[in-house]
């Protein structure tokens, strides 16, 4: 019996394969494609306290190992998302993560206050990175300061698990990711998506409505190493590692340069069944490996 | 949600149909049995390096022999590579996926009005409507003769009128100059209802003459996708009477690809 667990602080995860926020709705859209028992957990679509309706198409752009996407947090607002969303989530028999995005420090705060009413809530991400929304997402995570400042003030109004997502968008990933820890995160999940663009040549337009937009997929997986690597040389607390991961043989990449799980994104458009056969791949190799324990991958690589 | 299924579907049968359009037949049995006339498949298409799989409406489907068909032309890498698959190959197939068209009792004459590879959903409604003893005229146009698909079929269970641009089959114009003389001819009856599939530009004029008329109808939208299923909230349709404080957009995927006509804005 090979043992795939892991923990990120309080949270004990059975394996450490999580799906990516916004790349699997709230879970629903899955139903009768996978078994959500098997999967170490889901992380929701982006929750806000207000009601969004996401941004004008086109929307995505297919690229030949990737996808271009300005969604724009489209979503219930956090009341409805309690009410319509979260007894189907609290029965799947898994960990469920509530990714969380505000335009202000307060809607950030203000959103998880809510949450805490709803039970079945196992931890917060919080969403600093999202390249798409005009108000600045991305300040949250471009600047430590502020990123310090709303992880504390969210720390401050629950005890459950809290994870903050961050965007490779900068210049010192890991300058940010020290101050989510120092204000109290229990992890920091990396990578966002990367801005980028593409133009049509003969229409003379973006391809996006928003001109610019978040690029996921394979693709961005050796950049997104290279910044779960430097997260997980300066920081103390676990990396969730997230970008461009398809597979057990990416899983395995992503826990020797220190990740202690993986969130994947992307894959579930094209392959919905991806992350439970990540997760059955994984097992197999551990046992091939003579591993006994998947933990014992995290940050093993050899220098 | 509607129940859909994720199937390694085999080849029976890859047929070219003219100019660079094709009849691709699988054998995907929980799929024929559980798909509507106007839902589609999404088909992952192996050994080429797109990244998504491909939509495509399902055009008929044989229950008893658990038989899925699919129009398509080739546009890209994707069905390019498509249209290379052998008879045995096999094709991982989600399906079937979205909302199909809504036949209601009220209707009692259907008006089809397709452009190009928007013929693709229409064999499988005609059936349907087929069923429901509803009688159907089929409008179809496409730029010259090669491009015509499954006319035959259409015409086992419809009136077809045929149109070409450049005359080359039926009458010359577009299928849009053929709904409007048409209407003309055979003033609308209450209970006519119109379905559409075709190019933007064409389907936002049916709209137009269909709200001139005050006809009721039904569009099925091609948009891009990344899943199909609801997942990636790509495929945003504008909603043409927002409520207040609700979502502004549908999504092709799960909230079509059938919409009725004066719900949506038809959008480049």
Same mark, same amino acid.
């Given at each position: ?303 | ?128 409507? /087929?069923? %429901? +003893?509803?009688?159907? @005229?089929?409008?179809? *146009?496409? =730029? ?8 035959? #079929? ?62 009721? /109808?039904? %569009? +099925?939208?091609?948009? @891009?996708?990344?899943? *199909?299923? =609801? ?8 909603? #043409? ?28």
């Amino acid at each position: 019996m090979i043992d795939l667990s892991v923990s990120i602080g309080a949270l004990k995860l059975q394996n450490p394969v999580l799906t990516a926020s916004g790349t699997f709705g709230y879970a629903e859209e899955f139903e009768g494609l996978i078994d959500f028992r098997l999967l170490g957990g889901i992380v929701t679509k982006t929750v806000t306290l207000d009601p969004r309706p996401g941004n004008s198409p086109p929307r995505i752009v297919e690229l030949p190992n990737g996808m271009l996407n300005s969604i724009g947090l489209p979503n219930l607002g956090v009341e409805r998302f309690i009410t319509e969303k979260m007894p189907y989530l609290r029965r799947l028999g898994t960990r469920i993560i509530v990714n969380v995005a505000g335009r202000t420090g307060e809607e950030f705060v203000e959103c998880v206050r809510r949450l805490e009413t709803a039970d079945g809530i196992d931890a917060y991400e919080l969403n600093y990175s999202c390249p798409n929304v005009k108000e600045g997402g991305l300040s949250f995570s471009s600047d430590a300061h502020v990123a310090g400042r709303v992880t504390a003030a969210v720390r401050a109004v629950t005890k459950r698990p809290l994870i903050t997502k961050l965007t490779p968008n900068v210049t010192s990933i890991s300058d940010i990711g020290l101050a989510c820890q120092d204000a109290g995160a229990d992890a920091v999940s990396a990578v966002n998506t990367l801005v980028g663009m593409a133009v049509d040549i003969r229409t003379r337009r973006a391809k996006l409505a928003t001109v610019t937009g978040g690029y996921s997929g394979p693709a961005i997986k050796p950049i997104a190493l290279a910044k779960v690597y430097e997260l997980a040389r300066r920081l103390s607390i676990p990396v969730i590692g997230i970008g461009g991961i398809c597979s057990a043989e990416d899983i395995v990449e992503f826990l020797l340069a220190g990740a202690t799980a993986v969130q994947m994104g992307t894959v579930n458009f094209y392959e919905p069944t991806a992350t439970v056969r990540a997760v059955e791949d994984l097992e197999k190799f551990c046992r091939a490996q003579n591993i006994f324990a998947v933990r014992t991958l995290i940050g093993a690589m050899e220098l | 949600m509607a129940e859909k299924f994720i199937e390694n579907t085999r080849v029976v049968d890859l047929q070219p149909l003219g100019a660079a359009n094709f009849l691709l037949t699988l054998e995907a049995p929980l799929i024929s049995r559980a798909a509507t006339a106007g839902q589609f498949i999404q088909v992952a298409v192996p050994r080429c390096s797109v990244l998504w799989r491909r939509p495509f409406s399902i055009n008929d489907v044989s229950t008893e022999n658990g038989l899925v068909e699919i129009l398509f032309q080739i546009l890209g890498r994707g069905t390019r590579a498509l249209a290379e698959v052998k008879r045995g190959d096999t094709l991982n197939v989600i399906g079937p996926l979205g909302n199909g068209f809504r036949v209601e009792s009220t209707v009692r004459r259907a008006l089809i009005v397709a452009g190009g590879l928007g013929i693709a959903p229409f064999p499988f409604l005609l059936k349907r409507l /087929g069923e %429901a +003893s509803i009688p159907s @005229v089929v409008l179809y *146009g496409v =730029g010259r003769r090669e491009q015509l698909c499954c006319v035959d #079929r259409l015409r086992e269970r419809a009136e077809v009128y045929l149109c070409t641009l450049d005359g080359s089959a039926g009458e010359q114009g577009t299928v849009v100059d053929l709904l409007e003389k048409h209407l003309r001819e055979n003033p609308p009856i209450p209970d006519l209802h119109l379905f559409t599939c075709g190019p933007t530009p064409m389907m936002r004029k049916v709209q137009t003459i269909a709200e001139k008329h005050q006809l009721s /109808g039904q %569009a +099925s939208l091609e948009t @891009v996708m990344a899943c *199909g299923f =609801g997942a990636c909230v790509g495929c945003a349709v504008p909603m #043409r009477h927002p409520q207040p404080g609700v979502q502004e957009y549908y999504l092709a995927c799960k909230d079509g690809p059938v919409f009725n006509l004066e719900e949506i804005i038809i959008h480049d």
